[in-house]
């Protein structure tokens, strides 16, 4: 199979040495590991469509993979398997002023997109904290949000069409330029969320809007998360949808500041980042109202940016929490559950609260105008008692958020990470009818086999977060 793709890919495109292929191993999720037998760099649909092919001959399992900044193991090899790399598809392949559309291939960066949208006065809102680095196909596949989803949505929202490789090599398009289409099911939203399961998107159409003219960046800091808290239901009950509404807790505050040095106060035991943008005089009487709203709710003191470069240093400051959070401990853990806004503060203080009956460090930040938390757990993988305490914590956290009516995942996708707690969130009918959809798809489980569910039924698979499994 090795020499068959090497003739279809040119031998520069399919990569076999160990240390080649070391970097493909994982992603973002700490914790899950496994080498592939090949990683593969195919340049077009039709080669996508021959390696496919021949992992079907073989019977060898196929990962797609972005940038490999996913965090719920989506890209994570399986056992045997190949690794197919997007990245030579990479592509802008037209923007059309007239209908507001941006057309490009999978394997171009999100902040490319952005860039590109910029450069003629145009917007593209998604902005996952990875967007440097994290691919549109990978957003697709993630149907990924980011720190405008309040007021702007996802990636879903911004997909009008995209072509894709099927698991059969069989090329298709699905969706088109209409703003509005109805004709048939709507098999291009299936794609969006479908991390690498159903096909491989090679190109995306992305609707794109008129940039807005004016923008104000406000940072409020509080003395206690609950003050915090109100201060968002209390926004959003005056009918305020500000594009962005972030918070970051004690912890993250310190770690940031420490990381991006731009001047966060450090007293503070929670932070709201808020943005509005718009009409300039929308943006300045809605920065007046959250203003004076933040400083109703216990704000202790209110910032306003001074200007495009001070919001901008602040929103990188908020976009860096990860990697802030990351230098303290080996591993870090980044969790993703969302719960209605009004279970927020119920939420967060549940962090807290199994954080400390179970003896492990957790800081927290996200986006809480999408009641969207990011529970991140500093820990170390090589103590395995502590990483039995993180797991405990862990799925204290999902079932509680589940309880609140919430979600295991807002943004980062099921992958191996989520996968035994998906059941339990869809209800037996719904999951089964996702399995149904993959075998409809996938009928020889090619694409990304074990990721979202297990092949065969599941209800017993083993939960929390599968140790390292270096082959
Ligand atoms: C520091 C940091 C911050 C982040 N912030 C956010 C955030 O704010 N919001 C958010 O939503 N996520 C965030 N993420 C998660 C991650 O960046 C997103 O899920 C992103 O969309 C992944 O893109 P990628 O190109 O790296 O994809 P990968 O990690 O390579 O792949 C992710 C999944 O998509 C599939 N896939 C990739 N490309 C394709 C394709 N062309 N066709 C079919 N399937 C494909 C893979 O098989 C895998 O299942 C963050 C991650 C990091 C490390």
Redesign the pocket.
């Known amino acids: 199979m090795i020499e068959e793709l090497s003739r279809l890919l040119g031998p520069a495109n399919v990569l076999t040495a160990p240390e080649d292929i070391l970097p493909y191993a994982f ?2 999720t700490p914790t899950l590991k496994q080498r592939p037998r090949a990683v593969v760099f195919p340049a077009s649909a039709a080669e996508i469509a021959g390696v496919l092919q021949l992992a079907r001959t073989h019977a060898v399992p196929v ?9 719920s193991g ?2 994570v090899p399986v056992a045997g398997g190949i690794v197919l790399g ?1 990245t030579r598809l990479n592509r802008i392949l037209g923007l059309d002023e007239r209908n507001l559309t941006l057309r490009v291939e ?1 394997g171009v960066t999100t902040q490319r997109v952005y860039d590109t949208a910029a450069a003629a006065g145009l917007f593209y809102p998604p902005d ?3 967007m440097k ?3 549109i ?3 697709v ?2 149907n ?4 405008r989803g309040l007021k702007y949505g996802v990636t879903r929202d911004y997909v009008l069409g995209l072509e894709a490789v099927l698991a059969d090599g069989r090329v298709c398009w699905l969706g088109s330029r209409c703003v509005k289409d109805v004709a048939g099911y709507n098999l291009r939203d299936l794609f969006i969320g479908s ?2 399961t159903l ?4 190109q995306v159409l992305l609707r794109l809007l008129p940039a807005p003219a004016a923008r104000q960046t406000l940072l409020a800091t509080y003395a206690t998360m609950a003050a915090a808290a109100e201060t968002v239901s209390a926004i959003i009950a005056a009918r305020i949808i500000p594009c962005t509404l972030e918070f970051i807790d004690r912890r993250t505050l310190r770690c940031v500041e420490d990381y991006a040095h731009v001047g966060l106060p450090l007293d503070a035991e929670a932070v709201l980042l808020i943005e509005t943008d718009g009409h300039p005089a929308a943006v300045a009487e809605e920065a007046a109202r959250i203003e004076e709203l933040a400083r109703r709710h216990g704000a202790t003191t209110v910032r306003r940016a001074a200007d495009a470069a001070e919001a901008e240093r602040l929103a990188t400051a908020r976009r860096s929490a ?2 802030a959070l990351a230098r303290l401990r080996p591993t870090t853990i980044l969790e993703d559950v969302t719960v209605p806004r009004s279970e927020l503060a119920a939420m967060i203080t549940f962090v807290q609260e199994v954080a400390a009956r179970h003896r492990v460090e957790i800081a927290t930040f996200g986006h809480f105008g999408d009641g969207n938390l990011h529970p991140t757990v500093l820990t170390d993988e090589r103590d395995a008692g502590e990483m039995r305490r993180v797991e405990a914590a862990l799925h204290e956290i999902f079932a509680h958020a589940l309880q609140l009516g919430g979600t295991i995942t807002g ?3 099921v ?1 191996l990470a989520k996968k035994p707690f998906l059941r339990q969130q869809l209800g037996d009918a719904s999951y089964e009818l996702l399995r149904q959809v993959k075998r409809a798809l996938d009928p020889e489980n090619i694409l ?1 086999p074990g ?1 979202i569910f297990d092949p065969d039924r599941d209800r017993n698979s083993s939960p929390g977060i599968a140790p390292s499994r270096e082959a």
């Open positions: 992603d973002g990962v797609v993979r972005g940038n490999g900044t996913g965090l989506g890209s997007v999978a996952p904290g990875s680095i994290s691919t196909g990978g957003n596949a993630e990924s949000g980011g720190l991390e690498g096909g491989v998107v090679t990860f990697s943004e980062h996708g992958g990304n990721k």
